[in-house]
């Protein structure tokens, strides 16, 4: 492990932001980009009548991204990539930011590249992770003690996730990120996905699994609905519920236990019941998963992590009255629409209180989001 970060001292504890997000600046399909793909990759665009849009392969999705991606700007139809907050992609501002209220670490996700699963071509997908990737060291070398950033794995082909993890350890990242969807039918306990489980391991990287609504990719939720209403309250925890099941019960944490896995932004109320029910299927119908040896909660309690969003006071009370507390880290979601600017931990702190649990507070905001991190 890498000993990075700020550490407590007998006076101060330093706050971990371990789901932040930055928006990608025009530079990362401009100029970090290998010129052969500049016109292929994700990028931000406006259409014919001046509107905000996202473009994937070259094609205009009809889809506008930067509404999500600033606060409390959702549902503005005049707001567009330009209007994204210096915060959010500048990285001398970030740290003005992260000061401002109170955080001393953040890591960081993609906003634009949490769609990039919705990317056809193996090729161009992983000419669009490296851009991304590239930028991403650029930004987080600014202040290595406090700003850590998440790599864009492009599940599209083995082969190239394989090669970018190589590449994200070799540039500072700190782990990798991929969506919680099958890419191209990708299982995450397939023989061919072991590959990438154990790059990430070999290379001792965290893999934080991360979806959003926007995406084009089969889901539970875009086999269903169109209105973004009913997308955006399916798309996070359904896909992450699939994802823990395939993660925990495939038995494949047992054959690389230095792995961590994170699953994040699909709050946590859901997982006591999943818990158990994986537990109870393991009991009677565990003959079908031959891998699985131990028990789901046990596997989720040593390689898994959760984050917990501020409102979530009584379902953290829960997680922790099952002796989960240590699986749960915070993240502030800073720039995105829905995230609470200013004084989100000042928000948390006070679940912490409303629910007695102040003790637990620098498990979650310190020591678990170091754990997770693979920080020393």
Same mark, same amino acid.
């Given at each position: ?36 793909? @500049?016109? !292929?990759? $994700? ?7 001046? /509107?905000?849009?996202?473009?994937? %392969?070259?094609? =205009? ?120 969807? @099958?890419? !191209?039918? $990708? ?7 072991? /590959?990438?489980?154990?790059?990430? %391991?070999?290379? =001792? ?172």
């Amino acid at each position: 492990m890498t000993s990075r970060g700020p550490i407590k001292t007998d006076t101060t504890t330093p706050v971990y932001d371990a789901d932040a997000h930055i928006c990608e600046p025009p530079s990362v399909w401009t100029e970090y980009c290998d010129p052969k793909f @500049r016109e !292929h990759i $994700l990028r931000a665009d406006l259409d014919a009548n001046g /509107r905000d849009v996202m473009v994937i %392969e070259g094609v =205009d999705q009809h889809t506008a991204v930067a509404q999500a991606c600033i606060p409390g700007a959702y549902g503005n139809p005049d707001i567009t990539w330009a209007d994204i907050v210096p915060g959010s992609w500048n990285p001398a501002e970030r740290l003005k930011v992260m000061d401002d209220e109170g955080l001393s670490a953040a890591l960081m996700f993609p906003s634009l590249d949490l769609l990039a699963g919705d990317i056809n071509d193996p090729e161009v997908a992983a000419a669009n992770a490296r851009a991304y990737n590239r930028w991403m060291a650029d930004f987080v070398s600014e202040d290595p003690n406090r700003l850590f950033g998440m790599g864009v794995c492009p599940l599209q082909s083995v082969d190239a996730a394989v090669a970018e993890i190589a590449f994200m350890a070799d540039n500072g990242l700190t782990g990798l990120t991929f969506r919680p969807e @099958r890419y !191209h039918g $990708l299982q995450l306990y397939s023989e061919e996905m072991d /590959r990438v489980w154990s790059a990430a %391991e070999d290379h =001792d990287l965290t893999v934080g699994i991360h979806g959003s609504f926007g995406s084009k990719m089969n889901s539970f939720a875009r086999t269903r609905y169109d209105n973004p209403f009913y997308v955006h309250m399916v798309c996070h925890p359904f896909e992450q519920m699939a994802s823990v099941m395939e993660v925990v019960c495939s038995g494949l944490l047992d054959d690389h236990p230095r792995l961590r896995v994170g699953f994040f932004e699909s709050g946590l109320g859901w997982l006591p019941y999943w818990l158990e029910r994986m537990d109870e299927h393991k009991e009677t119908m565990g003959m079908l998963v031959p891998r699985l040896k131990r028990e789901p909660t046990e596997i989720f309690s040593d390689q898994c992590f959760i984050t917990m969003e501020a409102g979530e006071a009584e379902a953290f009370a829960q997680v922790a009255g099952m002796g989960l507390a240590h699986t749960v880290v915070w993240g502030s979601d800073y720039p995105h629409y829905d995230c609470t600017f200013p004084g989100a931990l000042a928000e948390l702190d006070e679940s912490f209180v409303k629910i007695g649990r102040t003790d637990l507070r620098e498990d979650v905001l310190y020591d678990n989001a170091r754990r997770f991190m693979g920080l020393g």
